[in-house]
């Protein structure tokens, strides 16, 4: 299962980092704001769409059940509502090279949220991974890359002490985002993904009528909702199931490799030359991915006894008995009794324990 939130996480970057590219041959015909309201838009409903289209969820997978409810709303206010109206306030006045360097703080602040305060497991290795991720980050967007032109207050340029300070705090809301949606990912991604884009999307359509927007027209809307649908929707379907068996730091950490996938799809997309600045990140990626995929995270643990529900197939943490067959995976209310043994794990639902 390792491996499978790596994988799944690493395709949630590579589909987000190839929406980039992608959205900026529309940019000139949408504002950055109805541009994001779209995208996010397009992810709900277009998710949304094809579960009625297929009438059922996935063999295994569960709704939304009781507390989670909570948590997800807590998720999509933070990072749906909050987090983009900071960073409009932030971008009016924070320069665009600034600005561009202080969003890879979201990354920083969802590994250290999950493992100083949701206590997921760390050691150096990961740490020195994440940096190295983090920094090749960094190198990507040292000259600047966040539009600011047209419609955006004083286009960057004031001096205000806030401006950093709210895109900042937008990182911070993201973080949060990331780390409750990992409380509820246990439920159907689908479900999540869907419930959030539609959210996200209203908050920033909303803006931009408020800043006096108009809807575009429906070809240049469509081919925005179709962009989001596969790099909002379906990246975050998939970064959620990485939450599922990895946590939050290191699905972040994976994650943050997304603008290095949208600067080598640039080169194809747009023509742009290879830069010192793009091998410098791929290099500096390339080792943090290292870490982390060959982290050996082994020690023996105990497992208290829990109840909760999830997809899930019989395996040395799910001994139950059912009355007849089953088909695997397969989703229900189940018991684990005390357990202690030792394997190589990760922050998953089964192993939540202190170091």
């Given at each position: 299962m390792p491996r499978t939130g790596a994988t799944t996480?690493?395709?949630?970057?590579?589909?987000?980092?190839?929406?980039?590219?992608?959205?900026?041959?529309?940019?000139?015909?949408?504002?950055?704001?109805?541009?994001?309201?779209?995208?996010y838009l397009g992810s709900g409903i277009g998710l949304g769409l094809l579960r009625l289209l297929t009438g059922s969820r996935?063999?295994?997978?569960?709704?939304l059940r009781g507390a989670e409810w909570l948590w997800l709303m807590a998720a999509v206010a933070a990072g749906g509502v909050a987090g983009p109206v900071l960073l409009m306030f932030g971008l009016t006045a924070t320069p665009a090279s600034t600005a561009s360097l202080l969003l890879n703080l979201e990354g920083v602040f969802t590994a250290l949220l999950a493992w100083f305060v949701f206590r997921e497991g760390v050691d150096r290795r990961l740490v020195a991974g994440m940096i190295a991720i983090v920094a090749g980050a960094v190198v990507l967007s040292w000259g600047g890359t966040v539009s600011l032109d047209g419609g955006w207050g004083n286009?960057?340029?004031?001096?205000?002490?806030?401006?950093?300070?709210?895109?900042?705090?937008?990182?911070?809301?993201w973080a949060?985002?990331?780390?409750?949606?990992?409380?509820?990912?246990?439920?159907?991604?689908?479900d999540i993904a869907t419930i959030k884009g539609l959210v996200a999307g209203s908050v920033n359509v909303g803006i931009a009528l408020a800043l006096g927007d108009a809807l575009p027209a429906a070809p240049t809307a469509a081919a925005a909702m179709l962009v989001g649908l596969l790099g909002y929707g379906v990246s975050l379907v998939l970064f959620v199931v990485a939450l599922r068996h990895i946590g939050a730091a290191r699905t972040g950490a994976y994650f943050s490799t997304a603008p290095f996938v949208g600067g080598i799809a640039s080169l194809a997309i747009f023509g742009e030359p290879v830069t010192l600045g793009l091998v410098a990140a791929a290099v500096l990626m390339g080792i943090g991915v290292w870490l982390h995929l060959t982290e050996d995270h082994d020690h023996e643990h105990d497992h208290d006894e829990m109840e909760h529900d999830h997809p899930h197939v019989h395996d040395a943490h799910h001994r139950h008995h059912h009355d007849g067959p089953v088909t695997e995976p397969h989703s229900h209310r189940h018991?684990?009794?005390?357990?202690?043994?030792?394997?190589?794990?990760?922050?998953?639902?089964?192993?939540?324990h202190r170091h």
């Open positions: 996480a690493i395709l949630a970057a590579v589909l987000f980092g190839l929406s980039t590219p992608l959205a900026k041959l529309l940019v000139h015909d949408l504002s950055p704001w109805m541009l994001a309201g779209l995208l996935k063999r295994g997978e569960r709704g286009g960057g340029r004031g001096n205000g002490g806030w401006g950093p300070a709210a895109v900042a705090a937008a990182c911070l809301m949060v985002d990331n780390n409750l949606t990992r409380k509820v990912s246990l439920a159907d991604p689908a018991r684990h009794g005390r357990l202690r043994h030792r394997h190589a794990h990760f922050p998953d639902a089964h192993h939540a």
